[in-house]
């Protein structure tokens, strides 16, 4: 939608509700001008149109998108899938499929890319989900997608088309560049860097390498081993990524088990929030007990003044600091 | 500030008795303090610069207006603090270029230069800034910090960074010991850090993690792990936790 499509889309709407096709609308949050019409128009058509027609309206969220036009609609929503599991099954679904797996087929280099391209898609899985721990996580939020993905799998595949393996390069164009682009601090780009010089390594095509920590603190569900997967059906990576425990260990993210209690501390607390969100201000009229808002405020107000430090004057504290030295001793610059 | 707050505070009992009129200013104030959060003018000017710390609540910030007033009154007073709260700051990166500028001026005989002079630190063997009995000879001991994805482990001599206990995220930093030096002095000083080498710990004012409020990075002692296991693992210092 947008760019002057509305009259279109209005043209396409009432020949599909004579003939009983189908429209399919997208990116409507670009035009939202139309959907606030559609809510009228459609009734208006309500009893007159063909028992196959069928509209479909696709959006991202937005906030002024009219709420009548949802309501009678049937919804259905779609996320980026959370944890490992669904983040690597996607990649492999999605991103690489059977004809990607193969683009690269001289016996010298075929396993190097297979094992290369599993291990991008779960450092964009691990990247991805690890956002979930906050802070601990990652400085800000980053929404990586399926394009960084994309990108650093297009880049490998010319690299090694060119001929031997550069593992600096390699490195660098995922953690600087691709991935990189997106973050803007500095100790952020430090994390990914980190995941790269553990994770895209030669070691990473020996057999037996693992993803698992060395040591563990807390065991991982299932004992499972997140292995590098190779095999020449794609169909067995998704099958290898069902595999994958349901929990994630914080550990296979390098962090400590404790980090989940920071997550879920996390989600709590937006709950709760936003439950108090919800809760009228006036305290309860009955009881005769309950004390208003005004008093409340007016003892609180009562107590902090009570409470407060002196003020500072102003010629008292510059005797004093120059009794300390003065200004030009750098840190009684702090007193001023 | 001190002025600000109460001056706010008594109009806002001036205005619920009808003395004043109530402005949309008091009335918001009003709604802050009857949920227990901090009144916007407090934490923030008119113009958008921040104004004091930032606390989730009414108590907890103003038991640290405080402690705040608690180390400023002292220290004007003559009572240089031994050891400084971090957070009794209201711009803790600018206490610490100032101490650098002092270590530096102690050694103008021998030409330092400001730019040429790095921050150095090392955890002393103090817990509470109490067990401090006198300043160091250069830099400053500060106190107050709080470690998010590790814990300080104590030895005889020193310490190392180590695991977090099960179910303690949060733990606290012993007195930690800040000064400057030129990079010849930091070579010297490598040894200390072996065999893993240091690793560079963010210093953050609040548990929010932007550059803005990055105060300067630690040089941490890491016996039993290379460096990049506290990187993966999100470690880092704060002033307050929150």
């Known amino acids: 939608m947008g760019e002057g499509q509305e009259q279109r889309a209005v043209n396409d709407i009432r020949a599909a509700s004579h003939n009983g096709t189908w429209v399919l609308l997208q990116n409507c949050e670009l035009g939202l001008g139309l959907m606030d019409e559609m809510e009228d128009m459609l009734k208006a058509m309500d009893g007159?149109?063909?028992?196959?027609?069928?509209?479909?309206?696709?959006?991202?969220?937005?906030?002024?998108?009219?709420?009548?036009?949802?309501?009678?609609?049937?919804?259905?929503?779609?996320?980026?899938?959370?944890?490992?599991?669904?983040?690597?099954?996607?990649?492999?679904?999605?991103?690489?499929?059977?004809?990607?797996?193969?683009?690269?087929?001289?016996p010298g280099q075929a396993p190097l890319w297979r094992r290369l391209l599993f291990t991008l898609c779960f450092l964009h899985s691990v990247v991805q989900e690890r956002r979930k721990f906050g802070p601990l996580g990652w400085c800000i939020p980053y929404e990586y997608n399926a394009g960084d993905l994309n990108a650093c799998i297009s880049f490998l595949e010319r690299h090694l088309y060119a001929g031997q393996i550069s593992w600096q390069t390699l490195t660098y164009m995922v953690a600087e560049a691709q991935y990189g682009g997106k973050i803007t601090d500095d100790l952020d780009r430090r994390m990914f860097a980190a995941y790269a010089t553990k994770w895209v390594t030669p070691k990473t095509l020996e057999d037996g390498f693992s993803f698992n920590p060395g040591e563990l603190i807390a065991p991982i569900p299932k004992d499972f081993n997140y292995a590098v997967m190779d095999s020449l059906d794609v169909e067995s990576y998704r099958s290898f990524g069902h595999d994958f425990p349901e929990i994630d260990s914080p550990e296979i993210f390098g962090l400590h088990p404790n980090a989940d209690l920071a997550f879920r501390k996390k989600e709590v607390k937006e709950l709760i929030d936003?439950?108090?969100?919800?809760?009228?201000?006036?305290?309860?009229?009955?009881?005769?007990?309950?004390r208003s808002m005004d008093e409340v405020v007016t003892e609180k107000c009562g107590e902090l003044l009570a409470m407060m430090p002196d003020d500072y004057v102003e010629d008292?504290?510059?005797?004093?600091?120059?009794?300390?030295?003065?200004?030009?001793?750098?840190?009684?610059?702090?007193?001023? | 500030m001190i002025g600000d707050v109460r001056h706010m505070l008594q109009q806002i009992r001036l205005a619920i008795k009808g003395d004043v009129v109530?402005?949309?200013?008091?009335?918001?104030?009003?709604?802050?303090?009857?949920?227990?959060?901090?009144?916007?003018?407090?934490?923030?000017?008119?113009g958008g610069d921040e104004f004091s710390w930032l606390y989730p609540t009414l108590p907890s910030w103003f038991k640290s207006l405080q402690e705040r007033d608690q180390q400023d009154r002292g220290w004007l007073e003559g009572i240089v603090p031994k050891s400084f709260w971090m957070a009794g700051f209201f711009n803790p990166q600018g206490f610490l270029t100032a101490m650098r500028q002092e270590v530096t001026r102690k050694h103008k005989a021998e030409m330092w230069a400001l730019?040429?002079?790095?921050?150095?630190?090392?955890?002393?063997?103090?817990?509470?800034?109490?067990?401090?009995?006198?300043?160091?000879?250069?830099?400053?001991?500060?106190?107050?910090?709080?470690?998010?994805?590790?814990?300080?482990?104590?030895?005889k001599t020193d310490g190392t960074l180590a695991e977090s206990m099960p179910k303690v995220p949060f733990s606290n930093l012993?007195?930690?010991?800040?000064?400057?030096?030129?990079?010849?002095?930091?070579?010297?000083?490598?040894?200390?850090?072996?065999?893993?080498?240091?690793?560079e710990c963010p210093v953050y004012r609040y548990a929010a993690r932007t550059d803005r409020y990055l105060v300067f990075m630690a040089k941490l002692v890491t016996k039993d792990h290379k460096p990049i296991h506290w990187t993966l693992r999100g470690v880092a210092l704060l002033c307050v936790n929150h």
């Open chain 2, 22 to 46: 109530m402005t949309n200013e008091l009335q918001d104030a009003m709604g802050d303090i009857f949920d227990a959060r901090v009144p916007q003018p407090w934490l923030v000017t008119p």
């Open chain 1, 316 to 336: 008292d504290y510059r005797r004093k600091i120059r009794k300390l030295g003065g200004l030009s001793q750098p840190m009684n610059i702090f007193l001023f």
């Open chain 2, 115 to 155: 730019d040429e002079v790095q921050y150095f630190n090392q955890v002393t063997p103090f817990e509470k800034p109490e067990a401090v009995k006198e300043r160091p000879d250069e830099g400053v001991y500060v106190h107050g910090l709080v470690m998010d994805g590790a814990r300080w482990q104590k030895n």
């Open chain 2, 174 to 199: 012993p007195v930690l010991h800040v000064t400057a030096m030129k990079k010849a002095g930091l070579d010297e000083r490598k040894a200390m850090f072996k065999p893993n080498g240091a690793y």
């Open chain 1, 48 to 106: 007159a149109v063909h028992e196959n027609f069928r509209l479909f309206i696709t959006a991202m969220p937005n906030p002024k998108f009219p709420l009548g036009l949802l309501q009678m609609s049937t919804k259905v929503t779609n996320e980026p899938p959370n944890g490992l599991r669904a983040g690597l099954v996607r990649s492999f679904t999605v991103t690489v499929d059977q004809d990607r797996l193969e683009r690269i087929d001289t």
């Open chain 1, 274 to 290: 936003t439950v108090g969100e919800t809760q009228p201000r006036s305290t309860g009229g009955g009881g005769g007990k309950a």
